[in-house]
């Protein structure tokens, strides 16, 4: 729902029915090992709202390929992203994703700058946002 601001810690613990994940806008914190353990997970959208994500807010994710991060780099409470082997994708312009946050979130991630104002409709497919509408 529009209501909910905050993915409680465990949340989503050991939930394997997750494989795809966009977290709507309006989320502002991901806290402690809010997905860990979702063994199905393979792609995740963390919106431009989420300033903050606790410490192993998603660990574990064994099939975890593709995090993309649309906003500037949140704020960590330790090590956000752990036990996870993803690529993870920013905006290139976004000067926030510094070599600093990157390690902050998560050291173990391959970071790849994305250009122009891209998002992932889905998993592993790149569209351009234009004028509001999403353009393939």
């Not at 529009?2 to 050991?14: P, R």
Request: hydrophobic share 45%; net charge negative.
């Amino acid at each position: 729902p529009d209501t909910v601001t905050v993915i409680e810690n465990s949340a989503f613990h050991g939930c394997n029915q997750l494989m795809a994940v966009d977290i709507p806008e309006g989320v502002q914190k991901i806290a402690d090992g809010a997905f860990i353990n979702c063994n199905q997970l393979t792609f995740l959208r963390i919106p431009a709202s989420v300033t903050i994500m606790g410490e192993g807010a998603i660990s574990g994710c064994a099939k975890l390929q593709s995090i993309y991060f649309a906003g500037d780099a949140p704020d960590t409470e330790g090590i956000a992203v752990e036990d996870v082997a993803a690529v993870a994708y920013y905006h290139s312009d976004n000067l926030t994703w510094n070599e600093a946050a990157q390690a902050s979130v998560g050291a173990e991630l391959t970071w790849i700058p994305v250009s122009g104002n891209m998002i992932f409709a889905q998993p592993e497919v790149p569209v351009a946002l234009e004028n509001s509408e999403i353009v393939e």
